[in-house]
């Protein structure tokens, strides 16, 4: 679940690289990036739901923090947190 700063995201377009579009729950399309400690570990295709932690100095991009799987998703849209 997410903490204080942090807000779930779908991926709506991989950039290449370490970089996705993710369109946020607060209504934003927001530039995301993958971590290292992610990048080779987690493949983050399109229509992936995301938790995403936005830049406190500049808004339009966030810090991928998790990537659910599609069971986790399922739960969370059972549980009314995402669409």
């Not at 290292?36 to 987690?42: D, F, L, V």
């Not at 295709?45 to 500049?58: A, R, S, T, Y």
């Not at 991928?64 to 969370?76: D, H, K, N, S, V």
Request: hydrophobic share 35%; aromatic share 8%.
């Amino acid at each position: 679940m997410p903490s204080d700063n942090e807000l779930f995201g779908v991926v709506t377009e991989h950039n290449g690289g370490n970089h996705v579009r993710v369109m946020c729950e607060d209504g934003k399309n927001r530039m995301g990036r993958i971590p290292g400690r992610m990048k080779y570990r987690i493949w983050i295709n399109k229509g992936d739901i995301v938790l995403v932690e936005p830049w406190e100095w500049q808004d339009e991009k966030a810090n991928i923090e998790w990537r659910y799987t599609e069971q986790a998703a399922e739960q969370l849209r059972r549980e009314g947190h995402i669409d």
